[in-house]
């Protein structure tokens, strides 16, 4: 899934709302696998299986890409750890020679990486993904959503993906939600979306 829309729109907003971190408006719902989550913290929500990947990447900056990763991998059972955290280097090679390195030290991709194999780690359900891209080169980004389709055709996670550069999200996604100040202002499948001749010119007129 996508979500796209202007900045300010609401986008991450949305994500935090979502993830627990902003309290919607009295009367709103957010269901997730059948259960209201409105109201739950975000370490339950978390724990429910909702990852969060927030704008700019947060990661320790001070603990190793190791650390990082061990950490985010507390919530599973001992026994899973280990295999679990080879996957993410599995997935993204880059940060096998990296192991031992300071997060904060890496570069602005390799932060980005670490950040999703975060959420990768804490077997969660659904990761939200607040614009991956932003500030990196677009050959490193190219090299992100590589590996986040083969996420996405390889695994049972499902990805919101909020990303500015349709053209990236849309290859990942099956729906595509438009925000436009703090509300839906449509939303189907990538098929009818990808049709509709506002969306291609706000989002694909160029190049
Ligand atoms: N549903 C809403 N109702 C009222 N205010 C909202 C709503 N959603 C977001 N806002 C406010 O709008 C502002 C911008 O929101 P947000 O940062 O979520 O936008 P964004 O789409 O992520 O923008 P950007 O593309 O710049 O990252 C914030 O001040 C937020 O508090
Ligand atoms: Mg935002």
Avoid: W
């Amino acid at each position: 899934m996508s979500v796209l829309g202007p900045n300010g729109a609401g986008k991450t907003t949305l994500l935090r709302t979502i993830s627990g971190l902003v309290r919607p408006e009295a009367g709103a719902s957010i269901r997730f696998q059948g259960k209201e989550i409105v109201g739950c913290t975000p370490y339950r929500i978390a724990k429910g299986g909702i990852a969060h990947v927030p704008e700019g990447r947060q990661v320790f900056p001070a603990m190793s890409v190791n650390e990082n990763l061990e950490v985010a991998s507390v919530r599973i059972p001992r026994s899973r750890r280990r295999e679990r955290i080879d996957s993410v280097y599995d997935l993204f090679s880059e940060l096998v020679s990296r192991k031992d390195q300071q997060a904060g030290s890496l570069s602005g991709g390799e932060q980005q990486m670490l950040a999703i194999g975060r959420a990768i780690v804490s077997e969660c359900e659904l990761v939200l993904i607040d614009e991956p891209s932003m500030g990196l080169a677009p050959i490193v980004v190219q090299r992100i959503f590589k590996t986040l389709k083969d996420i996405v055709r390889d695994t049972a996670l499902t990805l919101l993906l909020v990303e500015q550069n349709a053209k990236l999200s849309l290859p990942l996604s099956d729906r595509i939600y438009v925000l436009s100040q703090g509300a839906i202002a449509m939303e189907g499948p990538v098929s009818e979306i990808h049709g509709n001749q506002m969306i291609q010119d706000m989002y694909f007129a160029k190049g």
